[in-house]
């Protein structure tokens, strides 16, 4: 009846507007597993109901942050960037450490809300995300928030001298990135530290060992990291499969950089998977030119000169075996150490991208992933 009364446009229209109130709200009530997230968001976006981002999205913000008794949280506007702040309840005898944290997500996905290690920081910070805002909206509101709050430190009961960023996967991206630029800079002070969580700091070799060995591994497979640098970027996954097969940069530039993105860098260990050498391919000058700024610093922090490695502060990485972005961090390490900066390296042999996230879930938790937190917040005690 309803689709002789209104036709078959009319009665689609109805069934989108019935499937997106009831779809959602039943899928909201259940804990579901992220790999099976984007699936269904996938399937949502092929019958016209919804984008895929939009549906990721809509289920990370379902559990809202609850109250804590052990902490004052306000949310509040550093340089137009929303931030949220995370302040002890128990006082102080002396200034106390800052940590800006830069959440992850692809710089696609995440919020305020939506981030289960803010509270167990300092300062969040919200960057603007793609597809709405492209590279370097948010590592421009990060470097900003960044900026306001060293030079407010002492309002928040910080200390200048005591304050760290930090961030995970793409946040890990931005939070190298603010590190490198705020390393020259004269009329601040100098970061106390940085503290990188299964970091993506390159995007000119997706066939490093650790992008072929786990490649199809939740949480984060080899084709998704390439897509979300895309969307970054140029906010369309526009020449992915030229990204994949690496024939977005021309083989010159290619060799350049060689000196420090090369599988020749990685520890033998980390190649028994069945890693096999991947052939230099050339590309086209159309596709370079949508991609060139992947040799930006601000994009790939791996790419920064050595100039401004050494001005780096104490460091603290985390990889995990079952990552594809494993040996960003890897290479990254070894840049940092052959500067002269101090690197706390924490490798979690069992561990995937995003287990840290499991530390407190309560329907599937992981022990890598508090092992890994327990170190992360070691070294911020040992500053």
Known sequence: KLCLGLGVKGFVFVLKIKLQTELLNLLS?????????????????KIGICSQ????????????????????????????????????????????????FFHGGGWVFGSLVGHVLNSHLEIDSKQRVTPEHKYPAAYEDCLHASIHFMKNAEHYGVDPAQISVCGDSAGG??????????????????????????????????????YKQNQAIPLLFQERAAFYVLQYL????????????????????????????SEDYIPERFKVRGYKPHVLLDCSTEVYETVKRFCEPNLCPL?????????LPESFILTCE??????????????????GVRVTWCHLE??????????????????????????????????
């Open 173 to 210: 991206n931005l939070a190298a990135a603010v590190s490198q630029t705020l390393a020259g800079r004269a009329d601040l002070p100098r970061l106390r530290a940085q503290i990188l969580i299964y970091p993506i700091l390159q995007a000119l070799d997706f066939n490093l060992p650790s």
């Open 322 to 339: 079952y990552d594809v972005l494993r040996d960003d961090g890897l290479l990254y390490k070894k840049r940092l150490e052959d500067n």
């Open 234 to 261: 140029n906010g369309n996954s526009s020449n992915l499969e030229q990204v994949l097969e690496g024939s977005h940069i021309p083989i010159d530039i290619k060799l350049n950089y060689r000196k420090w993105v």
């Open 303 to 311: 790419l920064a000169e050595d100039a401004v490695v050494q001005q």
């Open 53 to 100: 981002i939009s549906f990721v999205r809509y289920m990370q913000g379902i559990k809202a942050l609850g109250a804590d008794q052990k902490l004052f949280i306000e949310d509040l506007w550093f340089e137009k960037v929303p931030v949220r702040i995370y302040q002890p309840k128990a006082p102080s005898a002396s200034p106390r450490r800052g940590v800006m």
């Open 29 to 45: 009530e259940f804990p579901i597993f992220c790999v099976c997230v984007f699936e269904q968001g996938k399937i949502l976006e």
């Open 350 to 383: 069992d561990g995937f991208h995003g287990i840290i996230n499991s530390f407190n879930s309560e329907w599937m938790s992981f022990s890598s992933g508090k092992r890994g937190l327990d170190n992360i917040v070691n070294f911020l005690k040992s500053l």
